[in-house]
């Protein structure tokens, strides 16, 4: 099934101490274990400024690290957004990241795991993305809710619930029949 895919996963936040950038380690180890090839995209370690220049539409140069960027995304089989749930939706940095690109997008298939401290999974973000990835052109697919995420990994990124072991791996089952669906 879907041999040699290639994901790329974008973190959807660079909060110092942030905790979702172990839910998109969590799934990078999953699907690489699975045969695919997958990357995270980490504004952490990029330079992204606030948009000033859109890679394709308008005049200048974009930065390099969105010229890599746009280049991942072209590339890309999926794309899978792993966002926290900031004040009932995305971060603003996602966003900006993800506004640097258009045409890009067109056709790709979008999944989503969407993190929160509390019990719900950031379930109100998910509807959100779903919006934003229609927007872009995109296919919006299957989420993962991951709740009380200070409790399913430990500091040092650890996945310590067996439960969340089992949904990331019939997650990651479930984004690459939704990218067979668009092959
Ligand atoms: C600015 C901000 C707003 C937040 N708003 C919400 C919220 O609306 N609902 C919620 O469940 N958690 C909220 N949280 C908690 C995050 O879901 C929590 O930080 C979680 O660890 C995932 O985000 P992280 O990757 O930044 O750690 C908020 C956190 C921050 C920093």
Redesign the pocket.
Known sequence: MGEDMRFLIIEG?V?N?????HAARQLLDVLEKKGHEAEIFDMKEKEIPLLKTRRYTDPGEPPEDIEQFGQRVEEADGLVLVS?????TFPGALKNLLDYLYPEYDDKPFSFVT????G?G?VRVQKDLENLALTLGGHPGPSLPVSH??DIFDPDGDLVDEDYQERFEDFADRIVEHVERFQ
């Open positions: 936040t909060r101490d942030r905790k979702s950038i926290p749930e900031y004040n009932h993190v929160s401290g509390g719900f950031g995420v200070s």
